[in-house]
């Protein structure tokens, strides 16, 4: 019986040997899980009963397991190596059949699968061209062909345009000068567009002048008028002031005495336009017209009264005291501006010749829109945006501001125009979109879109000289590009979306400018996230999904049998397996360029070795012993 006992002790120190053994010899194998043996003692047991005091019968070993605690994680400098944090096991497929592992060195083969070292192909879900997720699983895969080129088809630019901005444009009207004849008697009112209402101009009296109608015009708001009189003497000739005996001139302004003239020795019109231009009173100016163009035409002279009082004028040969026979009376004429404000001009009584001069006016445009002058728009940004096949092409944004629809009472006006490589898009070389904000800043609409967004759908992509560069063009029917545009695209339409913009009293500043085009690029490197998906990195600063990692955990994980290379195959103990992504459900996360080392402590499997030796040594002794004792039981005879 002691013979027994003792070889049973020396099988199970020896398996606790070989077991400590193994685990010291893989301290250093990446994802290897230690072991350990449990062991269970023998009694010799009759069919019916065990016996009162039974004797053991040594020691057997009932299980040699398996310990899956977490290991330490370390980092490494291959971007594919990857390392579980929790529970769960890659999932790898060796020629059809499936193991599991938790070594996580990773690598390409020759046809751009994710495979360990032993070329077992790493499982995973799949992902589209485009870079989603499909849930499908299968071998992973890497790409390492170029990536195409994608056109922009949607920019979103969110940014504050400054409302303490001025309305850098001057729209007006010059109304052709309009003698005040014509005005006598008429009363008229003037019509605004900003919400301010009308006004009425004070009635023109009969017998106003040009000062004192353009004095009633001026009071009204947006408007500006000047007056002057003036008197062109084409009946008088140098030779009338040279051969007169005695040339006189008497020139009176709104019905005052004549101003004093020293007309002494004058020979000529410049004589004579001299001596009024010497005389006392600053308001009168003289000229002589040549008509350089005609030399059969005579000069003439002309003379000014520069604020619209009615004007005499009298000349001719004669004596002192006695009447000139050349004697007429001008009326001043008027000249009109008005801004953008005055929307038009309704007669209420008199003359409608203010009225239909007004009408006949177009507006002139002062400091209007150019986009290479800085001072005509407020706030300008660029980005870039691609064609179809890739080229990169600048585009800019101007904005300019606008005079209030409501007088600036809860609303704002801004204008937008839309440049692409130096060549106005979207129609805004036509008219520019209007955009509304309302009294807190925040964005109304966009020529009605209360979305914010234009669709541009008439640009030619270009090369640098100025041709078609052979990319997608224009839709065939503009009208009929919607938001947001369904991919794949077939033409360069895009939308600028302006949905986030607003009118704070703040500096002007762009928050953020993103659009969904970009160049070809070539692979540059992997990354893989800690939910297992794998991106690739670009040159062109683009990135995409390839696919991501899937794991495995079990019931039983103990149940799980080890076929080498640091792999496990499921069994029927182990049950099946609940696949995932990693960090989903009770799956772990992944550590990228990381592995996980072998859970084995090496101090503690030393510490375990002694003990294996001993416990070897003492079981030697008692089959010794044993021996002994046989041996003396047989010398007794």
Known sequence: MAFNTGLSGLRAASVDLDVTGNNIANASTVGFKGSKVQFGDLYANGFLSGGTNPIGDGVRVQDVKQSFGQGNISFTDSGLDMAISGDGFFILSNNGETRYSRAGQFGIDKDGFVVNNQNMKVQGYTADDDGNLSGVRGDLAIETGNLAPRRTTNLVTDLNLDSRQPVLEQRIRNIAPINVASLRGSEFTFNYNDGTGNYQVSPIGANASAAEAASSINAAPGVTATASTSATLTALSDSDVSNAANFRMEIKIGGSAPIALDLQNVATLEDVAAAINNSSQSSVSASVIDHDDDPNTDPVLRIVQDSGELLEVAYGDAPNGT????????????????????????????????????????????????????????????????????????????????????????????????????????????????????????????????????????????????????????????????????????????????????????????????????????????????????FARYTNGQSKALGQVALASFNNTNGLSPVGDTTWVESFESGQPVIGAPDTGTLGSIKASSVEESNVDLSAELVNLIIAQRNYQANAKTIETSDAVTQTIINLR
């Open 323 to 534: 009447p000139l026979a050349n004697n007429q009376a001008y009326d001043g004429e008027l000249v009109v501006t008005t801004d953008r404000s005055v929307d038009g001009v309704t007669t209420d009584s008199g003359s409608t010749s203010f009225e239909v001069a007004f009408n006949a006016t177009d507006f002139t445009e002062i400091n209007a829109f150019n986009p290479i002058d800085q001072r005509t728009y407020n706030h300008a940004t660029s980005t870039k945006i691609y064609d179809s096949l890739g080229n990169t092409h600048e585009m800019t944004q101007f904005f300019v501001k606008e005079p209030s629809p409501n007088g600036g009472v809860g609303q704002s006006q801004w204008s937008i125009y839309i440049e692409i490589d130096g060549e106005m898009v979207a129609g805004t070389d036509q008219q520019p979109y209007t955009a509304l904000f309302n009294q807190d800043g925040q964005l109304e609409s966009i020529n009605g879109d209360v979305n914010g967004e234009i669709i541009i759908a008439d640009w030619v992509p270009k090369d640098p000289n100025g041709a078609p560069n052979g990319a997608d063009g224009p839709p065939a029917n503009p009208s009929s590009v919607v938001s947001p545009i369904p991919l794949p695209a077939d033409s360069s339409a895009f939308v600028l979306d302006l949905g986030r913009a607003t009118q704070y009293g703040a500096t002007f500043g762009v928050n953020n400018q993103q659009q969904n085009g970009y160049t070809t690029g070539r692979l540059s490197g992997l990354d893989v996230s800690g939910e297992g998906v794998i």
